[in-house]
Nanobody, 114 residues
């Protein structure tokens, strides 16, 4: 079964940067919009950013201008470049296809703290 594997999280100080990666093991990666989500304890998973088949990107207001998402169809990889990180960005980050949800990966923990 196709899987998403997220990586690249870690502990970073406020104002710092991280790049998350999403590896997809299935086929037809280039056929889907790919999205990033995040979740904190006790809250629902929320959409953060997405990139369409054609490369058009969209971002939630609270990350616009700070986060950039991209993808490499040949490698079946998605990326989330995060800059100017804030404490409220602390969460577990996930990737998936919003129009064809697959099994959720384990996510990658991002902790923004001094």
């Amino acid at each position: 079964q196709a899987q998403f594997v997220e990586s690249g999280g870690g502990l970073v100080q406020p104002g710092g940067s991280l790049e998350l990666s999403c590896a997809y093991s299935g086929s037809s990666f280039n056929m889907f919009t790919m999205a990033w989500y995040r979740q904190t304890p006790g809250k629902q998973r929320e959409w953060v950013a997405s990139i369409s088949r054609g490369g058009r990107t969209n971002h939630k207001d609270f990350v616009r201008g700070r986060f950039t998402n991209s993808k490499d169809n040949d490698k079946k990889m998605g990326y989330l470049q995060m800059t100017s990180l804030k404490a409220e960005d602390t969460a577990v980050y996930y990737c998936n296809f919003p129009n064809c949800l697959g099994p959720w990966g384990q996510g990658t923990q991002v902790t923004v703290s001094s």
